[in-house]
């Protein structure tokens, strides 16, 4: 990313910002950092906070995919939101929406699917892959 910060008009350069240290950048229209340090040290944290964000995102999944899992060992079945809720359920995460003709729409963590029914309850199905 880059920040421009003005247009000189007569010499149609660019004035850019280091996004890393804040720093005018001066030279080629393509520099992006002032320095190799600044390069470095940017796309270091960028990267670290992109493979968190993935590594947190995919721990959710799975404690959601072990939670159906383990209230629903067969195929098919009922539970309450607050025995998902009791047991660490993030309703924020799931892989996939399937949303049948009449319109019923069931959220899947991988192959386990919940379905809202009346009442605070979920209906709880497995899908064979
Ligand atoms: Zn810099």
Known sequence: MEW????NSKKKIMEKQCPECGA?????????????????SYNNKFNK??????????NRLRKNYRILETLNPD?????????????GFDFNYFTSIYTTKVGTVYYFVYNQGYLPLE??????????S
């Open 119 to 128: 009442g605070d309850y979920y209906a709880l199905v497995k899908r064979e």
């Open 49 to 58: 906070d992109s493979k968190n964000l993935i590594r947190n995102t995919n």
């Open 75 to 87: 195929k098919k079945t009922k539970t309450s939101r607050a025995k998902l809720i009791e047991k």
């Open 4 to 7: 421009p910060i003005g247009m």
């Open 24 to 40: 005018r950048i001066v030279g080629r229209i393509d520099k992006k950092f002032c320095s190799d340090a600044c390069r470095n």
